[in-house]
């Protein structure tokens, strides 16, 4: 009894927690979405606790906006990206419950709302500081007038609104005149005038993104008088040219990055009026863009500052990388992906000159060789990226010394080259490596893949597309020794079982799994992932001809987190696709050639799946759905794609080549 009567009056250690202590514990919970609801059911004042602490929100459907409005009173931070439909007595009624509390509001994918909704947004939640309205393609000047009486508005993204207009943007600039960040890529009918108004009431910008407007040099003199200026984006913006830019007489000295990518009327003597004064420019965007001349070079020889640069796409020639290899700035990141013209001449000068670069990358650099990836390594030691990609000419003997040199490596992609196993026991040296990517690297087999496993701990992310040599062995190897793998690509390897589904089973933040074109791989494997992986948010299993509906059960009763899932192929009914409508955050599927499949089926396992967004189907299956099916999910905001695909019984030996840009006959 003594010992009965000790024990009742024992302290309850939670007791000794203050509020502080598990308002610091709950911030820890942030990257585990149900971590806090499993919190909150621990006892009542936990739950009271979470209920007030929690700031941010994303509600996974728009019905279940409602529920948490009396639920959080403190949300400032709130999320509708995964609520399609969005009216506007739901806006009236959440400005009305955080009208002190709401900051910022993403509405970037969700419709239904007009000017009326968005008015009693911006007038009710006067701390609101940011909206998100991109793919607003219904809005019209109207909303964007109701938007200006958010006085308080610093960040306003408007990308590919394409009905609002000057006036529209004139009332913008009017009315929130605290504006830091504007984005108004695609929005097809705000012209010079526009965008003048804005530059000229909204002192405060730091950030302009005009993309793909159609404006020309009229309107960057107001820009260019900007004092905070420090990023301009003006990608894909035909209206400009050299000889309008030439007659710039102002300068942004604030100016730290500049996109002019794709912009394909501005050369060198554009660009040199344009960054003439921006002494502080510390990124330059030039893809698809001016030819690497020695005049490019020249034009930003002096600036100091000046740490990254893009190429992509360009024309490089070697007096131009001379050019640059000149600069008083040392780069630290270096992009060259499908340049025209790089040769191992050209990356010498680049590499030997700035030996600080972080991050290059050289996808596609057809002409380089193994000289190449010796310069980068010896010259370049304190690497976090490299990316190479097809860079058909460099030998197998090359990758020996990215992993003798390159120890600080994160990120590195070889995909589609000559790497074999040798070439993976150096790379295992780089301890720190994140992400790696051996897509279609046909010499590398399991013994490279344990050298990995044992060495590269922190791995996070594994691309093995068609590495045909790579077997059940490998993948435990790589299961074993790096737990808090991410995502893993494994797809068209046909050696591949359920004995690596299972290995993988191990990893329980796994997000992304892709096993398509695994024919090995059966109901047993999935439901092992299923039953660990509980994160798991995107999953392909086109063509496991052995997956059955007892698969898509194990998943509905435990990834609760799956948002995308290709099940093309495989041997699931109406029954296993049914079972699917259990994951609440399922958005994205598709369904093509599933032979046990009906018709009535299919339309019941679509309106069961209460978040869908996006749904491919076979062309067939079109006359045979009840019509009212279509309107009744579009009207939910579910978008259907279709496809006449034939039925394609084997998989396709050659399909690595035609993902790779070859012709099977060169292969």
């Known amino acids: 009894?003594?010992?009965?009567?000790?024990?009742?009056?024992?302290?309850?250690?939670?007791?000794?927690?203050?509020?502080?202590?598990?308002?610091?514990?709950?911030?820890?919970?942030?990257?585990?979405?149900?971590?806090?609801?499993?919190?909150?059911?621990?006892?009542?004042?936990?739950?009271?606790?979470?209920?007030?602490?929690?700031?941010?929100?994303?509600?996974?459907?728009?019905?279940?906006?409602?529920?948490?409005?009396?639920?959080?009173?403190?949300?400032?931070?709130?999320?509708?990206?995964?609520?399609?439909?969005?009216?506007?007595?739901?806006?009236?009624?959440?400005?009305?419950?955080?009208?002190?509390?709401?900051?910022?509001?993403?509405?970037?994918?969700?419709?239904?709302?007009?000017?009326?909704?968005?008015?009693?947004?911006?007038?009710?939640?006067?701390?609101?500081?940011?909206?998100?309205?991109?793919?607003?393609?219904?809005?019209?000047?109207?909303?964007?007038?109701?938007?200006?009486?958010?006085?308080?508005?610093?960040?306003?993204?408007?990308?590919?609104?394409?009905?609002?207009?000057?006036?529209?943007?004139?009332?913008?600039?009017?009315?929130?005149?605290?504006?830091?960040?504007?984005?108004?890529?695609?929005?097809?009918?705000?012209?010079?005038?526009?965008?003048?108004?804005?530059?000229?009431?909204?002192?405060?910008?730091?950030?302009?993104?005009?993309?793909?407007?159609?404006?020309?040099?009229?309107?960057?003199?107001?820009?260019?008088?900007?004092?905070?200026?420090?990023?301009?984006?003006?990608?894909?913006?035909?209206?400009?040219?050299?000889?309008?830019?030439?007659?710039?007489?102002?300068?942004?000295?604030?100016?730290?990055?500049?996109?002019?990518s794709k912009c394909q009327n501005v050369s060198h003597v554009g660009l040199s009026s344009l960054t003439n004064g921006a002494e502080h420019l510390k990124q330059l965007v030039l893809a698809y863009g001016p030819s690497v001349t020695t005049d490019l070079g020249k034009c930003l020889l002096n600036y100091s500052r000046l740490k990254s640069i893009s190429l992509d796409g360009c024309l490089v020639t070697c007096s131009g990388t001379k050019a640059i290899g000149s600069w008083c700035a040392s780069l630290r990141e270096l992009s060259l992906s499908k340049c025209l013209g790089v040769t191992d001449e050209c990356v010498s000068f680049l590499v030997q000159a700035h030996r600080e670069l972080q991050k290059l990358d050289i996808t596609c650099c057809r002409k380089i060789t193994s000289a190449s990836i010796d310069c980068i390594t010896k010259s370049c030691t304190f690497l976090t990226s490299l990316r190479m990609e097809s860079c058909s000419l460099v030998s197998e003997d090359a990758f020996l010394l990215i992993g003798l040199h390159c120890q600080f490596l994160e990120e590195l992609d070889v995909t589609d080259n000559e790497i074999n196993n040798e070439g993976l026991k150096s790379i295992s040296r780089c301890s720190k490596l994140c992400s790696l990517k051996l897509g279609i690297c046909l010499n590398i087999t399991d013994d490279g893949l344990t050298r990995i496993g044992s060495g590269c701990p922190k791995l996070k992310e594994l691309d093995l597309y068609r590495c045909l040599g790579i077997t059940d062995v490998g993948i435990a190897k790589i299961a074993c020794g790096c737990p808090t793998m991410e995502m893993i690509n494994i797809a068209y390897n046909d050696k591949i079982t359920d004995s690596s589904l299972i290995s993988l089973s191990q990893c329980l933040r796994l997000k992304i799994l892709e096993i398509r074109g695994c024919p090995s791989v059966s109901t047993v494997g999935l439901s092992a992932i299923a039953g660990s992986c509980r994160q798991l948010e995107v999953l392909d299993i086109k063509k496991c001809f052995n997956i059955n509906d007892n698969g898509m059960l194990a998943l509905g009763q435990s990834c609760q987190n799956l948002r995308q899932i290709n099940l093309s192929y495989c041997s699931v009914t109406d029954v296993g696709l049914l079972s699917l409508a259990s994951t609440n955050r399922l958005q994205n599927m598709t369904i093509l050639h599933l032979t046990g499949l009906t018709p009535n089926g299919l339309a019941a396992a679509l309106l069961a799946c209460g978040g869908l967004t996006k749904v491919k189907l076979h062309t067939s299956l079109k006359p045979l759905l009840p019509k009212y099916i279509f309107g009744y999910m579009e009207g939910r905001g579910c978008v259907f794609h279709w496809r006449d695909k034939a039925f394609q019984e084997k998989i396709d030996p050659n399909g690595w080549q035609l993902h790779a840009g070859r012709s099977p006959e060169a292969a």
Request: glycine share 4%; charged share 25%.
């Open 1 to 260: 009894m003594k010992k009965l009567n000790n024990s009742s009056n024992m302290t309850n250690l939670f007791d000794f927690f203050t509020d502080e202590i598990i308002h610091t514990i709950l911030d820890h919970l942030n990257d585990d979405p149900f971590a806090k609801k499993s919190f909150s059911l621990v006892c009542k004042s936990f739950y009271f606790i979470e209920r007030l602490h929690r700031k941010s929100l994303k509600p996974l459907r728009s019905e279940l906006l409602c529920r948490t409005l009396h639920r959080y009173p403190s949300i400032s931070h709130l999320d509708l990206s995964l609520c399609p439909r969005v009216d506007d007595p739901s806006l009236t009624s959440l400005s009305v419950s955080w009208k002190s509390t709401l900051r910022s509001i993403n509405l970037s994918r969700s419709r239904d709302f007009t000017s009326i909704g968005l008015l009693r947004l911006a007038t009710n939640c006067s701390s609101l500081v940011e909206i998100d309205l991109s793919n607003g393609t219904e809005l019209t000047d109207s909303a964007a007038k109701a938007i200006a009486e958010a006085k308080n508005l610093e960040r306003l993204i408007l990308a590919r609104c394409k009905l609002i207009t000057d006036i529209g943007i004139g009332c913008v600039a009017v009315g929130c005149k605290k504006l830091r960040l504007l984005c108004l890529r695609w929005c097809l009918r705000v012209t010079d005038l526009g965008v003048g108004l804005i530059a000229m009431k909204c002192k405060d910008l730091r950030s302009l993104d005009l993309s793909c407007l159609p404006i020309t040099e009229k309107c960057l003199p107001h820009i260019l008088q900007l004092q905070h200026l420090e990023d301009l984006i003006l990608e894909g913006c035909l209206g400009i040219d050299d000889e309008g830019l030439v007659t710039l007489k102002h300068s942004c000295k604030s100016l730290k990055m500049l996109n002019l």
